[in-house]
């Protein structure tokens, strides 16, 4: 389990080495400039006196958890192709209150605009995607799901949560009406880029940071699972599909 290396203002550093950073973002942090003086990126570069520093993946606003920063170009670009050639092992942890149409499997699908922003998740059509999953029933009516994304496209995870039935509690787009309840209004979107496994200089990294933030996060319940859960890449996941749709 990672334990953080230094606390900032708005995020803190779960690993600093020569070549790259590891940084717990926070949830509702944006990584682009959005309109303000200052992206997530500009401050932590500035506030490490770095001359180059460049995100090798990317991040919702509302995801907090695990985002690599390369700290030059030659490591840029092999953590950059590690990516896109998806051997990088992903882990999200996400919160639901309401039942999902299956409580763990597969979900593929394509992911393909909608109205005002919005994705969705069809059967048909191109880009496509795959995610793997485990949940867990917690206390309360709350589940807790562990999500292995296989592709990376613009909203997998929260599409893939609301197919289930599911989204994600504080989704501001997705969440909704879908799963109103009495629960007061969510402090944070629940969706926690949770782990990371990559290889840099011949060597393998597997990397776990449980999500500090979130009053449900915190509950004793959800600690005591994540402690349970261990390593999530020693799972037994399903074996991934290479057909009909193989990159």
């Keep these: 389990m990672l334990s953080t290396v230094s606390t900032h203002e708005n995020y803190r550093i779960a690993l600093d080495t020569q070549d790259y950073l590891l940084v717990d973002k926070p949830s509702g942090s944006s990584v682009h400039r959005d309109g303000a003086e200052q992206s997530l ?13 460049a995100p090798v993946h990317r991040l ?43 409580k763990q499997g597969s979900v593929e699908g394509a992911i393909l605009k909608a109205r005002g922003g919005s994705y969705r998740l069809a059967r048909e059509g191109e880009p496509w995607s ?8 917690l206390n309360g009516g ?12 613009t909203h997998q995870l929260r599409v893939v949560m609301k197919s289930l039935g599911a989204p994600i509690i504080g989704d501001s787009r997705y969440y909704g009406l879908q799963a109103a309840s009495e ?30 933030d979130g009053d449900l996060y915190r509950s ?5 699972r994540l402690a349970e859960l261990g390593e999530p890449w020693k799972l037994a996941w399903p074996r991934a599909k290479t057909e009909p749709h193989s990159e």
């Excluded at 990126?41 to 520093?53: E, F, G, P, S």
């Excluded at 709350?142 to 496209?153: D, E, I």
């Design 142 to 153: 709350l589940r807790l799901f562990l999500l292995r994304p296989l592709t990376g496209r």
């Design 41 to 53: 990126l500009d401050r932590i570069r500035a506030a490490h006196n770095l001359d180059y520093l």
């Design 183 to 212: 629960r007061p209004a969510p402090d944070r979107c629940y969706l926690h880029a949770y782990a990371l496994c990559f290889t840099f200089a011949g060597e393998r990294h597997q990397i776990v940071c449980e999500p500090q």
């Design 60 to 102: 919702d606003k509302l995801t907090s958890g695990l985002w690599l920063l390369a700290k030059n170009a030659p490591a840029a670009a092999v953590l950059s192709e590690q990516f896109a050639r998806r051997s990088v092992d992903k882990y999200y942890l996400a919160l639901a209150d309401r039942k999902p149409a299956k």
């Design 220 to 224: 004793g319940q959800c600690r005591s």
């Design 130 to 137: 795959r995610t793997q999953f485990f949940s867990y029933g």
